[in-house]
């Protein structure tokens, strides 16, 4: 997998970073004002089409270091992560008087704890295939 690959992966994680966090924007349209509408999706979209590049170009320095335990770092962050989000939704469920504001926004941090988790997945498969 060449440069070109990343980038292009780049640009299609970009792209669905602007379009998800445009939508969760909608779950705070009462108290952003319009510089902050925007910069929120263009920040993530910066950040997702930057990481594959970073991973990529990074990633060879340390790769023969981290083949020998990869499934076992993806394994444990993808279990301390889902592990977090589990007990975030149950601790939302306790709770009582949740606004559906407050619900949309657990919601969306949940969602963006996910992206970041696919993220590092991601990142490592390049890692593995780029070596």
Known sequence: MGIIDIILIGVALATD???L???NCTAYEKSLNRKKEWAMPLS???FQFAMPIFGF???GLVADFIQSFAKFLTAG???ILSAKIFFDIIEERRKDGE???RKAQAFTVGVLILQ???KIFMS???LKSSS
């Open 17 to 19: 970073a602007f379009a």
């Open 21 to 23: 966090t445009i939508a």
């Open 116 to 118: 970041a988790v696919v």
């Open 124 to 126: 490592l498969l390049t």
């Open 77 to 79: 962050i993808f279990f």
């Open 99 to 101: 606004t559906p504001k």
């Open 44 to 46: 993530f979209a910066l």
């Open 57 to 59: 170009l990074l990633g």
